[in-house]
């Protein structure tokens, strides 16, 4: 099989899209990548990756492949936990302190980003299928509860009353989780606050 078709073999096999670690695995050389795009038989959607031409690109599951190290938090792991009935006009995405994200604020202005102590990063982190069956990565219900109570100032009030509402009449709540989050977090006594209100 010639170097071409086995790269659009290999994208096919994978939704439509390939990374060039894939491709130099094969011992591919980049040149034929360049080849392609400019032969109009592959597109490149972002740093190392690439997609069949016409293949519909999944937004959520190609800003995690931008941004390896980034979570879906706040209300965007909100909407996906049905927490919130609102899609949000932004996307949230939690990253460790000193991530480099130039190079994707550059080209989405629709991106918020929040910051964390590294050791703090992967607290809650929980997979779930995107909208169109991906697997990507978001904060679980407790995670967020703490994130959006920490940040409260800085939260849109609705949203945040009918997120904590919400958890808080779920049968999945969770609050072993919830407080030995809250405590790591440095949060416990707000957390606190809240479920006392709610129970």
């Known amino acids: 099989m010639e170097n071409k078709d086995k790269i659009i073999q290999m994208a096919k096999e994978h939704d439509g899209l390939i990374h060039t670690s894939q491709i130099k695995r094969e011992n591919i050389r980049s040149e034929v990548i ?45 909407y996906f936990l049905g927490l919130s009935n609102r899609a949000p006009n932004l996307i949230h995405i ?16 629709k991106i918020k980003f929040h910051y964390v102590k590294s050791v703090f990063l992967d607290l809650g982190k929980m997979k779930i299928q995107s909208p169109q069956g991906k697997s990507i990565y978001i904060y679980n219900a407790e995670r967020t509860l703490c994130d959006i109570i920490k940040d409260k100032k800085n939260m849109d009030m609705q949203l945040f009353s009918d997120a904590v509402k919400f958890y808080f009449d779920s049968k999945e709540r969770d609050y072993r989780r919830l407080f030995k ?5 440095g949060i416990e006594d707000k957390v606190h606050t809240y479920t006392e209100v709610f129970l």
């Open 181 to 185: 989050y809250a405590r790591i977090l």
């Open 34 to 78: 360049k080849m392609m795009v400019n032969e109009g038989k592959l597109e490149k959607v972002a740093h190392g990756l690439y997609s069949l031409p016409n293949t519909f690109v999944d937004e959520f599951y190609l800003l995690q492949q931008k941004c390896s190290k980034g979570i879906f938090s706040y209300g965007t792991a909100l």
């Open 94 to 109: 939690t990253v460790y302190s000193g991530y480099n994200v130039g190079h994707i604020t550059k080209t989405n202005k």
